[in-house]
Each structure stands twice: as C-alpha cells, then as structure tokens.
C-alpha cells in the first residue's frame, strides 16, 4: 500500500498565505473604521439638563441636528440618573441650554 504525502511545505504555505490575507483583511478594516470615525461630525450639539437637583452639559457631534441632540442628551443623563427608568425622566427634562453648530 503506498501512501500519498505532500511536498515538504506545501502545507505551511498555504497558512502563511491565509495569514497573511486575514492580516491584511484585518488592516483594511481598522482603516475603514478610522476613515469613518474622522467623517463624523457635521453638527456639534450641546446639552445641558438639570435633573434631580444636579446640573450637567455636554457636547456631541453628529451627523445631523436630531442625532445629536439625542446623544448629548443620553450622555447627560447617563450622568444625572441611576436605573432605566430614572433615564428615561431625565430624557423627558426640557434642557436649560441647547445649541448646535454647525462643524466645517
């Protein structure tokens, strides 16, 4: 019976090969991702809330007036509530400051 073995190192080139394009896969994701990161910020929106006797502002940017709003205002209240449902009154608070600029 004779059995069939590959050449020494056919084995391994095709991992180092398969390696190499999940590594280079990998670099053009993270750039991709670091590309994107750099395009956000058409809208920076500040926000400031008064809920349950403390004050909070913060600034966000965004791609546009309402997502920004609405992050601002889910950062401000990340700081001023505890639990779901104290978030969700502190979402309703009418904010003391709300300005947004535009970002060139």
């Known amino acids: 019976m004779t059995t069939y073995s590959a050449p020494h190192g056919a084995g391994t080139r095709r991992k180092s090969r398969?390696?190499?394009y999940g590594?280079?896969?990998l670099l053009a994701l993270m750039a991709l991702i670091v590309w994107?990161?750099?395009q956000l910020g058409g809208i920076?929106?500040?926000v400031c809330i008064e809920y349950g006797?403390?004050?909070q502002c913060r600034a966000v940017d965004?791609?546009?007036r309402p997502e920004a709003l609405q992050a601002a205002t889910q950062n401000v209240c990340a700081f001023l509530s505890s639990g779901?449902?104290?978030s969700m009154a502190?979402?309703?608070t009418p904010p003391t400051k709300e300005q947004c600029t535009a970002r060139e």
């Open 18 to 20: 398969a390696g190499l």
């Open 23 to 25: 590594v280079a896969a």
């Open 36 to 38: 994107r990161s750099f």
């Open 44 to 46: 920076r929106c500040e």
């Open 53 to 55: 006797g403390r004050s």
């Open 62 to 64: 965004g791609t546009s």
């Open 84 to 86: 779901v449902t104290d």
């Open 90 to 92: 502190c979402a309703r």
